[in-house]
């Protein structure tokens, strides 16, 4: 299992911290070998939160995937620990995913009563604000976030299973990234 740990600086008043209760929030993103959870597997995942002034990111990536109940239960931990979820497209594929994991696995993970889906929360206003495409990427482009990574989900898919293969390095850091990028935008 590799596991990766990132912080980086916030640049958001604390009183919106507190008004919104940011730091309660669990922001999460997990890469699968299919979308059909009873078929796939989950192979990486990137949590972030808010701690003080930092947005901290824990990320777990599979070296193996025998390795994905490990990835589970370390994964529990994080996400019981907030009282609400945040994802892109959550509602339809991380959170089923994971719980159903967590079943499978015998690991106690709390589905949240309060759930931000930013896909399902934003798509209403994709056409309004002029975007052609309503994913990730074009809500990031419009609010002027420029990702370092260009690999879509699908590419990663592909390049995990070159790098299970081939064991490189810079494959690995390029699926480390999107993963990372995903959450923190």
């Known amino acids: 299992m590799i596991y990766r740990k990132y912080a980086k600086k916030l640049d958001i008043e604390n009183r919106i911290i507190k008004v919104y209760a940011l730091n309660k929030i669990i922001y999460f993103d997990i890469e699968v070998t299919s979308l059909n ?3 796939g597997s989950i192979w990486s995942i990137a949590l972030g939160y808010i701690e003080g002034k930092r947005f901290m990111i ?3 990536l599979c070296e193996d995937l025998n390795e994905e109940r490990e990835l589970i239960e370390k994964s ?3 996400l019981n620990r907030y009282d609400s979820w945040a994802t892109f ?3 339809s594929l991380d959170e089923p995913y994971i719980l159903e994991k967590s079943i499978k ?3 106690k993970i709390e589905a949240k009563k309060n759930t931000y889906d930013l896909y399902r929360m934003l798509t209403p206003y994709a056409k309004s604000i002029g975007l052609d ?3 990730l990427r074009a809500f990031e482009k419009y609010i002027g976030i420029d990702r370092i990574d260009s690999m879509n989900g699908e590419a990663t898919k592909e390049q995990y299973n070159i790098y299970l293969k081939s064991r490189n390095v810079n494959i690995l850091e390029n699926i480390l990234l999107h993963n990372c990028e995903d959450v923190f935008s």
């Open 89 to 91: 497209n959550g509602k």
């Open 76 to 78: 529990a931990e994080l």
């Open 105 to 107: 696995y015998g690991v």
């Open 133 to 135: 495409e309503c994913n």
């Open 37 to 39: 959870s009873k078929l």
């Open 58 to 60: 824990e990320q777990f």
